[in-house]
């Protein structure tokens, strides 16, 4: 079955440190990922994607994500929290199915203090 | 520049009454979908349209209809509202289908059932 997993409900991080919001997945075929933010009472934003090429992906507000094939994951990454970066963090990756719907994660509420 | 607007914003209703909610993207984006993020932040997409086509109908109560008059706006109707339906509604659009595009998101309709 194809599926996304955000392993951790909630990240805590001291302002400054770098975070790390974790993602893996199971698809079939080549998986296109992708990664939103949703803060308090808003809709999401995109962020980033990787749909092919380089593994590192650099997306909006200073985040990056690293795709595995190995180890089939997409962590998001910023090399230093803001505290306006708390929110809540999606990743998504493409149905292989018919469709080419997104299966999208149970979502990581990120926290940073100051 | 509202690129996804929805209305309305909040919405409170009794059981068993009918209401829609409305959604307009002004991106010149030929997708649309509605999502239903629930209480936990589970995000669950429910219908996606391409060019006024229905190409996602998700397993959802025949209860929820969509409509796409043209691929500038979809509109979500609901008959005999439930309390299960309790839930903020998202619009969202892209540029197109396949899961390769990044989607754009409304800033959600809360919905409320008593």
């Known amino acids: 079955a194809q599926s996304v997993a955000q392993p951790e409900d909630q990240v805590n991080v001291a302002e400054g440190n770098p975070l790390t919001v974790k993602c893996t997945y199971s698809v079939s075929g080549n998986p296109y990922l992708f990664w939103y933010v949703q803060y308090p009472n808003r809709g999401l934003q995109f962020l980033l994607k990787?749909?092919?090429?380089d593994n590192l992906v650099k997306g909006s507000y200073g985040f990056e994500a690293e795709f595995n094939k190995s180890q089939t994951s997409f962590h998001l990454k910023k090399p230093s929290a803001l505290v306006s970066d708390s929110a809540l963090y999606f990743c998504a990756v493409r149905d292989g199915g018919s469709n080419y719907q997104l299966i999208w994660g149970a979502g990581t509420k990120l926290i940073i203090k100051p | 520049d509202t690129a996804v607007s929805q209305t309305p914003k909040y919405l409170v209703t009794q059981m068993g009454n009918d209401k829609s909610i409305k959604c307009e993207q002004n991106l010149g984006h030929d997708t649309m979908y509605w999502y239903k993020q629930d209480s936990k932040k589970f995000l669950k997409i429910m219908f996606s349209y391409n060019n006024k086509e229905l190409i996602i109908n998700e397993t959802v109560p025949n209860r929820f209809s969509p409509k796409s008059p043209d691929k500038a706006h979809l509109n979500l109707h609901i008959n005999s509202l439930e309390l299960g339906d309790s839930a903020v509604y998202f619009c969202a659009s892209s540029l197109g289908t396949g899961g390769v595009y990044e989607q754009y998101f409304g800033p959600g309709t809360r919905l409320t059932v008593t």
């Open positions: 990787y749909i092919t090429g």
